[in-house]
């Protein structure tokens, strides 16, 4: 082996090592650090006479013995000792250097550094980092800084903990909107620790602020994060006094699609507080004491805007939006839920899921006209199938607030009894009253409350309410609502009843963390006998540390070692809430322990799908994780995978998704088939007939529901399936994620209990708070709709609705072939052979030929007839029209998916932009350049209950008045 200097053994330079010149080894040394990476295998047997030379301290350069020693060690394999010996050769050791070697080291040392500053943030270490290792993390920094690789220096700093650090770069960089752009993503996907990712936000949010135009939007993100509704209030008073009221209503509706109730309520008593209004009370533990002040002395303009921006925070703008969109755009395919209930015919579970499924497809969207033209065939459903009838109607109408109680009126318990058709429908109809104001039901607590109050109220409908309270006081952290579920329905040892106080008191409880409220659910769970019960209760203790991280790490530790399986899968349950998104190793190592090693079947189910609840913002890295647990000889670990697959991929169409869910779809386990088959819908969601899948899908439907050897199991699969992929008018979706990046809490809480329905039917219908309709919707400063275009480039068919089920064609009777004699056949021989003889004598006494005209017409007739018989190329060519149109024209308010946000915007010359300058959310307020010219506004249309799904049929205008001429209608 030769180096660049053609030696071919460092034998030379290693005897001068014993040498007693000190010069002599100084150079020996140098020589060998030029050489190592050629002949370290040589050097290896030197090393420890460098190690003595480094570790005496009258040998005055020692720290190139360390670096030499660090070279030989990393070669070696020893990359801890390399490391050690690196930090002891102090400058030296050149961070500048481009080499493997260098790369190696200053990760390690970037790692150790900032393993030793989380052990120093948790407190289980007071240890200063070893000045060496503090020495190269800081050089690094400033290699960074020269090179202007202002990101980089950034990532280190946030993985080091240092906060000074990361403001440096972010100030002295040439770009800091983008640095703070990018600093927010890495610290929301990356940081695992969550008193430091406040410490980020809290940073973040105040150098936002001091930008020359401050992001006020970014700024209250941070806030939602820290859980800060004073200081959101205190930026909307500003923009209020400050007369950017257009600003102040986008801000408004982008805190209402991601805040909770609690937050939101905060904000808006804290308006109401600064301007001197009254504050209303709102339960038990309401402020004794409103504002006194009137607010008489606010400006009208100023009234105004507050008015609106609270009108805004309780979400009847954005809920009546939603379902004035989803009802001008419904896309159900009306005809394929016919063809399912012709098929299933009627089997009560089947029954059930078409039911479910026609909730699914038209959720929203205020339709329930399949509802009405199948009344005798609802009429077979009875007891909690009419409960899950009752619900469905929730679904249909969710967001439907302005008219929620008139069109569930005779679904709804009566006053001091039962209602007239049982306390099945009473349930259903309270359930589904939840739905509708599911997140921001503070104007029907108190109605819930009444009912549930009543005396001997059955049990049945005691199920409906408590899973409707729970779900309109969603996030509330309402005491009063709280202790009226655990005293009241609870504690009183009914299974039916106490398992929906269960998850209504974690409902209402999502988010908070209560200790006491953990202790007090966690107790009962372990002293009833109710399996129902404790289930209920495995979900609401998992929903009240959601999103708390590492402050949940001794309640699941706690859980997931129970003895008692149901308790261990509410520590899972609590891992997907508290860690959703976050992508943590950590977490995902715990998850994949338990999936294989668990005792208990439903516990390793529930690991495996939580795994999509962890993985939901970086999806991508979820196939590799589950792969082998798709083949798992469990069926249980198998069905976990397409849940998780479905859940993480929602809405993508992600090929390597589908790749692993294919040969789930013909599993040998009907349970597996009916969880692939929802995986597999949901994945779909929103795809268009281009997809290479969509065939396939809508194949594997089809097969799954008719195939009369078929498992029930597999086609409720089949049947939710279908309903699921054209959710919402083919209009909404059920990702985790929004547009802006946040989790979207209803998406998480609504998708983790449907997934419950393995377990109870009704719960199926929780997966509509998960959908989120995916739309722009324009408004002006007045919030009001304008006629506006929105220009998406991007060909028709990429985001267009996939095509309808098309009716069946009626087929031509055949003729019946008539039977023939073989006499009969030798006679019409005979007959043709004698007619033939006297042609061919005719034709010989013919000798004029044919004309030229008659010989061209032949010709024409022959071509005419070769043009009938097209090739398959020119049939092709013929029937595929061609796709010239590169961008399409969207009429507000229009249907735009997540990928077409990118490719959205308004014409160059379009009067109206928006108020951020950024890009298009489900609710856009649009500034006016030319208010003083007339705008053309679109009237919304208040869906009326069961028509709505109609709503592009307008009914006939009346004829103009006329009278009626008796003697000329005579004549």
């Known amino acids: 082996v030769r180096d660049s200097m053609g030696l071919t053994s460092a034998a030379g330079f290693l005897a001068l090592l014993d040498e007693p010149e000190q010069d002599l080894k100084l150079f020996a040394l140098e020589k060998l650090n030029e050489v190592v990476d050629v002949f370290w295998a040589e050097i290896w ?52 250097t481009h080499s493997e070697y260098v790369h190696t080291i200053i990760a390690m040392c970037i790692d150790t550094y900032a393993a030793q500053q989380q052990q120093a943030l948790a407190g289980t270490t007071t240890e200063a980092p070893p000045a060496g290792l503090l020495e190269v993390v800081e050089r690094m920094f400033d290699r960074c800084f020269a090179a202007g690789e202002f990101k980089q220096a950034a990532g280190i ?112 008593n804290g308006l109401n507080t600064s301007f001197g209004q009254a504050t209303p009370a709102v339960g038990d533990g309401a402020a004794e004491e409103a504002p006194v002040a009137s607010g008489d002395d606010i400006e009208p303009a100023v009234k105004e805007t507050l008015e609106k921006v609270l009108t805004i925070l309780s979400g ?44 699914m497809m038209y959720a929203g969207t205020t339709s329930d006209a399949f509802l009405d033209e199948n009344q005798e065939w609802l009429k077979s459903a009875n007891n909690w199938a009419l409960f899950n009838a009752a619900a469905s109607l929730g679904v249909i109408h969710q967001g439907h607030t302005a008219e929620a109680l008139n069109v569930l009126e005779p679904y709804l318990p009566k006053d001091g009894g039962v209602g007239a058709d049982g306390p099945h429908v009473d349930g259903g109809g309270l359930f589904a009253l939840g739905l509708i104001y599911a997140n921001h039901g503070a104007d029907v607590t108190d109605y819930f409350l009444q009912r549930l109050r009543e005396p001997q109220v059955p049990e049945v409908t005691q199920h409906g309410g408590c899973l409707g309270l729970g779900l309109a006081s969603m996030g509330s952290a309402r005491e009063d609502v709280y ?172 090929a390597e998704a589908l790749s692993l869910l294919e040969p789930l779809v013909k599993d040998s386990v009907a349970f597996v088939r009916q969880g692939a088959l929802i995986a597999l819908a949901m994945i779909m969601m929103q795809q268009t007939a281009d997809h290479p899948k969509y065939k396939y899908t809508k194949e594997a439907f089809k097969t799954t529901m008719t195939d009369k050897h078929e498992d029930v199991l597999a086609k409720v699969g089949a049947i939710y399936g279908q309903g699921i992929m054209n959710a919402g008018g083919q209009n909404v979706t059920t990702r985790l994620v929004n547009a802006n990046g946040h989790i979207r809490m209803q998406s998480v809480v609504g998708t983790l209990v449907f997934t419950q329905f393995w377990f109870w039917f009704p719960l199926g219908n929780f997966l509509s708070i998960a959908m989120s309709p995916t739309a722009v919707i324009c408004l002006n400063k007045n919030l009001k709709m304008p006629k506006i275009e929105l220009k998406s480039n991007a060909p028709p068919s990429k985001y267009a609705y996939a095509p309808a089920t098309e009716p069946p064609k009626e087929k031509s009777k055949d003729k019946i072939e008539t039977a023939v004699l073989s006499i009969t056949s030798k006679a019409k021989a005979a007959k043709a052979k004698d007619d033939k003889e006297k042609a061919t004598e005719v034709d010989s006494m013919e000798v004029d030929a044919k004309p030229a005209d008659a010989a061209k017409d032949e010709s024409a007739k022959t071509d005419v007839g070769g043009d009938t018989e097209m090739t398959d190329d020119a049939k092709s060519a013929e029937t595929t029209p061609v796709e010239s149109a590169t961008f399409t024209m969207l009429s507000n308010p229009a249907r735009v998916l997540l990928p077409q946000m990118a490719v959205v915007e308004l014409e160059v010359d379009s009067r109206y932009r928006p108020a951020t300058g950024r890009g298009f959310g489900l609710v856009t307020v649009l500034e006016d350049n030319t208010p003083d010219e007339p705008e053309e506004f679109i009237e919304m249309k208040q869906a009326a209950a069961g028509s709505a799904g109609d709503a592009e049929v307008e009914e006939a205008s009346c004829p103009a008045p006329f009278q009626f001429d008796e003697a000329a209608e005579g004549e």
Request: with cysteine.
């Open 483 to 654: 202790n009226q579920m655990r005293d009241n329905h609870l504690v009183c040892e009914s299974a039916v009843a106490g398992e929906a106080a269960g998850i209504g008191m974690g409902l209402v409880m999502l988010g908070s963390a209560s200790d006491s409220a953990l202790a007090e659910m966690t107790a009962y769970a372990r002293e009833t006998q109710h399996e129902k019960i404790i289930r209920g209760l495995a979900i609401g203790v998992a929903l009240v540390m959601y999103g708390r991280q590492e402050q949940a790490d001794g309640h699941i530790d706690e859980l997931i070692k129970d003895k008692d399986s149901i308790l261990r899968m509410a520590g899972v349950h609590m891992i997907a809430t508290a860690y959703v998104g976050t992508g943590e190793n950590r977490i995902i190592k715990k998850l994949l322990h338990i999936a294989v090693s668990d005792v208990s079947d439903d516990v390793r189910r529930c690991a495996v799908t939580a795994l999509g609840f962890v993985l939901c913002r970086t999806p991508e890295q979820l196939p590799s994780t589950v792969n082998l647990l798709s083949e798992s000889f469990n069926p249980n670990v198998r069905y976990g995978t397409c849940m998780a697959l479905g859940i993480a991929f929602s809405g993508s169409g992600n």
């Open 157 to 268: 700093a946030m993985e080091a903990h240092r906060l000074d650090v990361l403001e440096r770069a972010i100030q002295t960089s040439n770009d800091p909107n983008t640095m703070l752009e990018y600093s927010f993503e890495v610290v929301m996907t990356l940081t695992t620790n969550r008193a430091f990712r406040n410490s980020v936000l809290t940073l973040l949010a105040r150098l936002y602020s001091e930008m020359p135009e401050p992001d006020y939007l970014k700024m209250c993100q941070c806030f939602i994060y820290l859980e800060n509704g004073s200081a959101t209030t205190d930026v909307l008073v500003s923009l209020i006094k400050a007369g950017r009221e257009v600003l102040a209503y986008q801000l408004a509706f982008d805190l209402f699609d991601s805040a909770t109730q609690q937050f939101l309520s905060s904000v808006s």
């Open 316 to 359: 009847d703008l954005t809920l009546a939006l939603s379902v004035e969109f989803l009802s001008r755009n419904n896309h159900a395919d009306k005809l394929l839920m016919n063809n399912i209930k012709d098929t299933v015919g009627r089997n009560s579970i089947t029954h059930n899921a078409t039911v479910m499924a026609n909730a």
């Open 45 to 96: 047997d030197k090393l420890e006479q460098i190690e003595i030379l480094y570790e005496d301290e009258s040998f005055p350069h020692r720290d190139i013995a360390a670096l030499v020693a660090s070279k030989v060690n990393f070669h070696m394999g020893a990359v801890g000792d390399s490391m050690n010996y690196a930090l002891f050769a102090g400058e030296r050791f050149d961070v500048n």
